[in-house]
């Protein structure tokens, strides 16, 4: 039995500057990932994303791994996310269940796309989680709205908000390609049919789907309150003029009179 373990460490990892310290037991990497062979069924994978998943890995080799990757990191976060998965080999045929999956043989393919596949589920789980902490915030304004009748964030909060919402969508569309399945799954049937069945164990197209929905939704309430606050200060401005024009009539009307 493997045992494989994947943690939403950061924002992002410089995975070139972190090849450059580490290159011993390099098995595979490109631009976005490492991935490391470190023994007969030893395994670590790096992404770019903040992801670092271990197979075979004692929770002391992994805290030493993960402490020797922190300088490379982007938004280190206190409490990584976590997912684990458990992998039978030997099995009669490849079946997938609960938290696990039964193959017939370990290759090293195989345990990379099911690496990969735990990977991307904790980082699914980092983004709805981010994508949960707006919409709740998108909610409670609208609260407001709906009660008082007006909106209840000056223009500075607003304009931090609409950063942070779109800091989190460009983050998503740089990691598209996170859900796609690897190219070595259009030439070879069987790791196909693994990579298709980890998607719907780990349900990765719905949870992205979700996300995305969430994330439009929250969009459309910043249009709202992006006009909003347009009309608010455009009706400040006119009240303003219109009190400097009922300043100076009055001035005009004073100095007629004292001039009678």
């Known amino acids: 039995m493997l045992h494989v373990v994947s943690y939403q460490v950061a924002d992002g990892i410089d995975v070139r500057a972190f090849r450059g310290g580490y290159k011993e037991g390099i098995y595979h ?9 470190t023994g007969p069924e030893d395994f670590v994978y790096v992404f770019k994303y903040g992801v670092v998943c271990f197979m075979n890995y004692d929770e002391g080799a992994r805290t030493a791994f993960l402490r020797r990757i922190v300088p490379y990191c982007k938004n280190v976060f206190e409490q ?49 989680e981010q994508t949960n902490l707006l919409q709740e915030e998108t909610h409670s304004h609208t609260l407001k709205l709906e009660r008082r009748g007006r909106l209840d964030i000056s223009g500075k909060n607003l304009k931090m908000y609409i950063g942070k919402t779109l800091n989190l969508k460009n983050r998503i569309a740089e990691n598209l390609y996170i859900f796609d399945s690897p190219p070595e799954t259009w030439e070879d049937e069987n790791l196909n049919r693994i990579d298709q069945g980890l998607k719907r164990t780990f349900d990765l197209q719905d949870r992205f789907k979700d996300i995305r929905e969430g994330l439009e939704i929250i969009k459309e309430n910043l249009e709202l309150f992006k006009d909003l606050l347009q009309y608010r200060n455009s009706t400040f401005l006119e009240w303003i003029i219109i009190i400097l024009v009922a300043l100076e009539v009055i001035n005009l009307v004073i100095d007629k009179v004292f001039k009678i």
């Open 80 to 128: 990584p996310l976590s997912e684990e998965f458990e992998v039978e080999t030997h099995a009669k045929e490849n079946k997938f269940g609960y938290n696990k999956i039964e193959i017939v043989k370990p290759d090293i393919e195989v345990l990379r796309l099911i690496m990969l596949n735990v990977s991307q589920s904790v980082s699914l789980d980092y983004y709805s």
């Open 29 to 37: 990497y490109d631009a976005d990932e490492l991935f490391y062979k």
